[in-house]
């Protein structure tokens, strides 16, 4: 089902279609401007949702049909329950979301998660995007890695998300402001919204292993 929704950007409106799409098995939901231009997707960072990416995303709709989506277990999308995704998964969703849509070579934008997603898509898929830019993309190093600093890293960041979730949207954006005082204003109430709506089982997704990127057995060799 499909309503119409505004973004106001700068004392500029943007107007989307909102909508849920079935990708990869499950259910995402997605913004997009319906213009018939070339098709512009945009993929969040861990714990935002589709609209943070709306005063960025606004500048390029007059060359671009602009598409913001949830990620899994991101905003108004489906959350996976434990341990039941992998870092892989998200890269399925997106071409699963690019085939649902029938979009045609799409240029790509992703910011830190967002960006791992965006390159192993193009990996995996190097037929369907156009054009892919990674916005401060972690170290694939990091992505990988068990080790228990980044573990004991990780069980931080889900503590600080999991009270995040327990503040008020008023809370959240006056952190914002004493955190980011250089953000736009306009990125702020979407940030806040992303954190209530953040789900926790994001942090339970497996780890992304260079075999099975690279399709290699437990030799080393291609399998």
Known sequence: MERDVQTIISGVTMNLIESDVQANG???HVYRTGAQKPPLVFA???SDNGLCYGPFAQ???EDFEIILYDSRSHGLSEETGPG???TL???HDLAGLVKALGLEKPFVVGHSMGAVTASLFAGLYPDLPGR???EDPPPFAIMASASQADLVGRTKW???AAENKLKSAEE???MNRRDSPAWPEAERVPWAQSKQQFSLAAFDERYLDAASVLGLDDAGRNS
């Open 26 to 28: 499950i259910r995402l």
């Open 44 to 46: 969040h960072g861990m």
């Open 59 to 61: 500048h390029f709709a």
């Open 84 to 86: 039941g995704a992998s």
């Open 89 to 91: 998964d998200r890269a």
């Open 132 to 134: 892919v830019v990674l």
């Open 158 to 160: 889900r503590n600080m």
């Open 172 to 174: 959240l954006i006056e």
